[in-house]
């Protein structure tokens, strides 16, 4: 979520992607005199368990593959075009938030509670692979760690577009918190980077009409 600044104000955000590590674990060892059948079984098991791990060139084939299967834009497959980021115009009436990196918010928050969200993350190729059912099901798993609860997501619009000569996804939907029903129009970017800008409004606002003014300003920063 994200809240803008004063009217006719671009935001540019450029920071570094996060990168994600592996954690190693190791199986902690019994101590002496512990050790039963069933968990020496378990840790014979273990020593010939391999985790299956996929090489780059490989992922990036058979994402390629899929992605011609399915008819779907492969232009992502291959794109050694460095961006730095996007920019867009934040609508009047928001600024950025003091306490979430990305988000602006409007100044009468949290009465108003709409926001704009924007987030850079690694390229993900097989993002392109995304579908209407497959954003669903992501965003009601995403929900139900966040609020511990099952949120029903109903997606309004799905579509394919391209910003500049990125494939990009255009996505509008809603849900309800409680006795709060949330709209939210969202943008994805498929660069060498994704890049996610998010709208979402309340249902006592409705600020539909001035995001998508603000989206027609978005732009990838090469």
Same mark, same amino acid.
């Given at each position: 979520?994200?809240?803008?600044c004063?009217?006719?104000?671009?935001?540019?955000?450029?920071? @570094?992607? $996060?990168?994600?590590?592996?954690?190693?674990?190791?199986?902690?060892?019994?101590?002496?005199?512990e050790?039963?059948?069933?968990? %020496?079984?378990?840790?014979?098991?273990?020593d010939?368990?391999?985790?299956?791990?996929?090489?780059?060139?490989?992922? !990036? $084939?058979? %994402?390629?593959?899929?992605?011609?299967?399915?008819?779907?834009?492969?232009?992502?497959?291959?794109?050694?075009?460095?961006?730095?980021?996007?920019?867009? !115009?934040?609508?009047?009436?928001?600024?950025?938030?003091?306490?979430?990196?990305?988000?602006?918010?409007?100044?009468?928050?949290?009465?108003?509670?709409?926001?704009?969200?924007? @987030?850079?993350?690694?390229?993900?190729?097989?993002? &392109?692979?995304?579908?209407k059912?497959?954003?669903?099901?992501?965003? $009601?798993?995403?929900?139900?760690?966040?609020?511990?609860?099952?949120?029903?997501?109903?997606?309004?619009?799905?579509?394919?577009?391209r910003?500049?000569?990125?494939?990009?996804?255009?996505?509008?939907c809603h849900? &309800?918190?409680?006795d709060?029903?949330v709209?939210?129009?969202?943008?994805?970017?498929?660069?060498?980077?994704?890049?996610?800008i998010?709208?979402?409004?309340?249902?006592?606002?409705?600020?539909?009409?001035?995001?998508?003014?603000?989206?027609? %300003?978005?732009?990838?920063?090469?």
């Open positions: 979520m994200m809240s803008g004063g009217k006719d104000e671009t935001v540019q955000t450029s920071a @570094a992607p $996060q990168g994600m590590e592996a954690e190693q674990t190791q199986d902690e060892k019994p101590g002496e005199g050790q039963s059948p069933e968990n %020496t079984t378990v840790a014979e098991e273990n010939f368990s391999e985790e299956i791990i996929v090489e780059e060139p490989l992922k !990036t $084939q058979l %994402t390629e593959e899929l992605l011609e299967e399915n008819q779907l834009d492969t232009s992502v497959v291959g794109n050694s075009r460095t961006t730095k980021g996007c920019s867009f !115009t934040v609508p009047e009436g928001f600024a950025a938030s003091e306490e979430a990196e990305g988000m602006y918010v409007t100044d009468r928050y949290p009465i108003d509670a709409s926001t704009i969200y924007y @987030a850079q993350l690694e390229q993900d190729m097989a993002l &392109q692979l995304m579908t059912e497959s954003f669903k099901e992501q965003t $009601q798993a995403d929900f139900r760690q966040d609020y511990g609860e099952d949120v029903e997501v109903s997606v309004d619009s799905f579509e394919q577009i910003i500049q000569e990125y494939p990009a996804f255009k996505i509008r849900y &309800q918190v409680g709060v029903t709209t939210q129009l969202a943008y994805v970017i498929n660069a060498d980077k994704s890049y996610v998010t709208y979402s409004q309340t249902g006592d606002y409705d600020r539909m009409e001035e995001y998508e003014a603000s989206a027609e %300003t978005i732009r990838v920063e090469n």
